[in-house]
């Protein structure tokens, strides 16, 4: 039976808007099936580097045979995470970032050096007022009316969000290096730190229990002694953190961490556990114990299914664990527990369908809990709705078309 239902616009708490912002109009690979995106790769310019984003690992294989046939190209994965380039790339690369050139063809320094990567790509697609008035318009029109820039890539972006019309809809989160670099009125425009322990499921990053079935296994990004000593510095900001912990031992390094530097009198205002998919039920206890608030995305409730060719059966049975947080656990959407998209994709609809038509019984989150989750944090987002439609025979949720956000 179908049914429907108009839901007001939500508030994203994880998203990274002046980075996606800037990559509007970007070649992008995400909706190409690999010999459309070979076919695009292969079409770009020869002379100059070439940006690309919405590279996905289990859709295009990009080996060194095949980029060495490409012209000057950087092809940055879906998830943010991971990156690939040729040699070529590198003439260009190194006249904006020579440490780029020197070391990007290391994975590892990729992830560590991830914030000041989402700085340069979006240097290299340049931040502009009708970016970010196009980007914050497409949100509305598909149902958020708010959202959350995890990564602002400094005091420029602060400054262009704060002179538009959207500085009360943007709460900019900045990484340490960032952070360290604005002035006492761009620190006062953000919301808090933002760190990362690991990376991502897309480009094999995460620190999870047990490798991945091809036989990666990262580990957290920081030793015990480098994330302890990052936490004591950054204490001393006495803002709020907000902390990627996507794998088991991220999670539990954060936890750790955290509790060692609050022993010692060390604390925030406020603590945001980020992604956590593969938190356990102690982990929870301990966090919520806390005071933590949890920031998750429903729409990773996907990753069960579409990473079935890297994530071990029990990794996928037991990731974006929403029923034991809240059932067992006692998390409350809307107060500690947030959700978000971090744009993989944007807006409710593929949320609310991973959401009420997971492949785990305990990824489902019932249409109340979702829209409690992605309340604002802060004020109220513009008024507006749209509305989705529910088809139980096909398991479907989908935007009604020519639904639309009307807005103050």
């Not at 114990?289 to 995305?297: C, E, N, V």
Request: proline residues 7%; charged residues 20%.
């Amino acid at each position: 039976m179908d049914s429907s239902i108009s839901i007001p616009l939500l508030h994203d708490h994880h998203s990274h808007v002046s980075l996606y912002a800037a990559l509007q109009g970007l070649p992008d690979l995400l909706n190409l099936d690999s010999p459309a995106a070979m076919a695009l790769l292969a079409s770009l310019p020869r002379d100059r580097l070439n940006l690309v984003k919405g590279w996905r690992t289990d859709r295009l294989s990009l080996g060194p045979d095949i980029l060495v046939t490409l012209p000057p190209v950087l092809v940055v994965n879906a998830s943010l995470h991971g990156y690939a380039m040729n040699q070529v790339a590198l003439g260009f690369i190194e006249g904006l970032w020579p440490e780029f050139a020197e070391r990007g063809f290391d994975p590892a320094w990729g992830e560590l050096m991830l914030p000041e990567l989402f700085v340069f790509y979006g240097r290299v697609a340049g931040l502009k007022s009708d970016k970010l008035e196009a980007f914050m318009e497409g949100l509305a029109s598909i149902g958020i009316g708010s959202a959350e820039d995890m990564t602002v890539a400094g005091e420029e972006a602060l400054e262009l969000v704060a002179a538009s019309p959207y500085s009360g809809r943007i709460r900019s989160w900045a990484t340490p290096g960032v952070f360290r670099s604005l002035s006492a009125m761009g620190r006062a425009r953000c919301a808090g730190i933002k760190i990362f322990l690991d990376g991502s499921l897309g480009a094999e990053s995460a620190a999870l229990d047990a490798p991945f079935l091809d036989g990666r296994h990262p580990g957290p990004l920081h030793s015990d002694a480098e994330l302890e000593s990052l936490l004591f510095e950054l204490s001393e900001f006495r803002t709020e953190l907000s902390i990627h912990a996507l794998g088991h031992l991220a999670i539990e390094q954060a936890l750790r961490i955290l509790g060692r530097v609050e022993q010692s009198r060390g604390d925030f205002p406020g603590v945001r556990l980020e992604h956590v998919q593969f938190i356990s039920r102690a982990q929870a206890c301990k966090a919520r114990d806390r005071g933590y608030r949890l920031s998750m995305q429903p729409n990773f409730s996907a990753d069960s299914v579409d990473y079935v060719d890297r994530l071990l059966p029990r990794h996928c049975a037991k990731n974006n664990p929403f029923r034991m947080l809240i059932d067992e656990v006692g998390f409350k959407p809307g107060e500690n527990l947030v959700f978000g998209s971090d744009g993989m994709p944007h807006g409710p609809e593929n949320a609310m369908q991973w959401s009420r038509y997971p492949s785990q019984a305990g990824q489902r989150i019932s249409e109340a809990e979702f829209l409690s989750g992605y309340g604002p944090s802060k004020g109220q987002p513009p008024a507006g709705a749209i509305t989705m439609s529910y088809d139980e025979s096909r398991r479907k949720v989908a935007l009604l078309p020519g639904a639309r956000a009307t807005r103050n």
